[in-house]
């Protein structure tokens, strides 16, 4: 596996495949290979697209694509669906979208579901937009459902993010609190030919008017689409240059990618802590601890100061 | 506010409040507070409710909790909506819920829902419910939406975990792929009395028929119930006492609360390192390491091993 990133830097399709694959699945042995990719990021545009299930996420993404791609601009697409476990459906949907944009070779999807922790899928999803970087795509989309802070946490690394709404996912000033107001940088109205649209419209705007910006502030941007009958696709293309040279001339994009860098080194240790408390001998040590919980010897917070003395004095490969 | 714990075993209810709402907003400053209460307990059944949104949960929790009070026991219901950033709605569900059961004093019931990260939330619902078993209630009934894999850790510290299907819910084989099978100790089949019921019950038994389990084993039940109409409500009562029972006799219960007291040692190893993530002098150094990387002199990977290093050569409330 030692050649990976260097095969993905060369060019080879089937090797970002296998790299993804294995930052998913045994993200601890790739970080070497992660660590090459890493020096060869930052040129990809990267997006991130939200909303409720059913908003119409992939078919926005899709008809995105196809625009890009009509400028020559070639695409990354990671499609996330943390809630996959219980709503499914995301196979049927994998099939229609690869028969639209599939089987261009300028376009490189890659779906990616829940299958250990939601901070496990955060980074995997990270990764993946910087092997998709590296490899040298112009555009770089992730595309997850935004149910909660946790689905939210992985747009939040992208340059320009999207929230999809659509009339019938419900009450708007509902679905914008907590939150998603703030990550928003464009809104899109989707399915804007369904009958309640203008009401969801109405409401999206005025809550953009009530809310205080600074002067110099981006202010988000609403625009009614519809991914499927090709409504306002120019509009929300548009809407996203228009977030990017306003990034770029501000010096936002720099600041927003510094803030990136700052959370991907807390995942990585994070991460790190993570995988030395599952090594042999901690596994071993917090057995002995838990029996003593159980046996009222001892309190769970005790314990936690106990391993975390261990851990410290522990050479792990951290220290290399 | 260092009282709180001993107002909580003495049997103050208003302190209960209280220190939940410290364990949701500073954890870190009740911490002591927490290992007085974890001291005492161990005494309550721990149940834990999940399914998708819509399957009538908290219908059902509630006709338990009427059902357990009939005789004579005191119950204790914390109530998560990790999903409510987007799909809203609790306020109504929690006024009607009061009328219900929110008046008896014996019952306490505390909606949570995502703030920070899910795994905030995690750590809180499960600090909640050491409280409540502190408190001297007798079950502690943890219901929370599952959408997807961190909401199903919420449920994994209860004894008995429910999980609740309803015919409208859609696809039950999609429902209840990816590790749901895995931690489901009871089926319900809620609205039992809808057309599509039928399908649903033998789909769910067909799959628990598929599944091979050691002769020892508990097979997960699947119970049909109505939970407004009171269908299966004394049988879902007598198929949690059986499973209770199950794991008295076969020394189960102990297992999964050495279990829990494992999962809960590596959470409150993880929340340390986190908040010292989030020093000043930590911070600092990572806004540095950012820049550096910014500037492509650093790695990601390299900085992580720089912050790992400082970590372990700083002196933390986990020294004292």
């Known amino acids: 596996m030692s050649k990976l990133a260097e095969q993905v830097l060369s060019g080879d399709r089937r090797a970002v495949a296998r790299l993804i694959s294995a930052v998913e699945n045994e993200p601890e042995k790739v970080q070497d290979e992660l660590e090459k990719i890493y020096l060869n990021t930052g040129k990809a545009y ?3 697209i939200t909303g409720p299930p059913g908003s119409g996420k992939s ?3 899709d008809t995105l694509t196809l625009r890009a791609r009509e400028e020559g601009l ?3 697409i990671i499609a996330i669906d943390p809630t996959s476990p219980f709503t499914g459906g995301a196979l049927l949907g994998d099939r229609i979208r690869m028969q639209r944009i599939g089987l261009d070779p300028g376009v490189f999807i890659r779906s990616m579901a829940t299958r250990g922790s939601m901070g496990g899928l955060c ?3 990270g990764d993946a937009a910087d092997i998709l970087d590296s ?6 989309i992730t595309e997850t459902v935004g149910v909660g802070q946790s689905e939210v946490e992985i747009v939040r690394v992208a340059d320009t993010t999207i929230v999809v709404l659509s009339p019938e996912a419900g009450d708007a000033v509902q679905t914008l609190k907590a939150g998603l107001m703030e990550i928003a940088d464009i809104f899109v109205i989707n399915k804007c030919d369904r009958e309640s649209a203008g009401k969801l419209v109405l409401e999206v705007r005025s809550m953009l008017e009530l809310k205080a910006y600074d002067d110099a502030a981006w202010r988000p941007l609403a625009i009614e689409t519809s991914a499927t009958k090709g409504i306002g696709i120019d509009e929300l293309y548009n809407a996203v240059k228009e977030h990017k040279a306003y990034l770029e001339k501000e010096g936002e994009l720099h600041a927003k990618r510094l803030g990136a860098a700052i959370r991907k080194i807390h995942d990585l240790v994070v991460s790190q802590v993570q995988r030395d408390l599952q090594s042999a001998e901690v596994t071993k040590e917090l057995e002995k601890l838990a029996k003593l919980i159980m046996d009222g010897k001892l309190t769970p917070q005790s314990a936690a100061r106990k391993i975390i003395s261990k851990l410290k004095s522990r050479k792990t490969g951290a220290d290399s």
């Open 59 to 61: 078919s926005l993404t």
């Open 46 to 48: 990267r997006i991130g």
């Open 123 to 125: 980074a995997a999803a």
């Open 74 to 76: 070639s695409v990354g």
């Open 135 to 140: 490899f040298g795509k112009d555009i770089v």
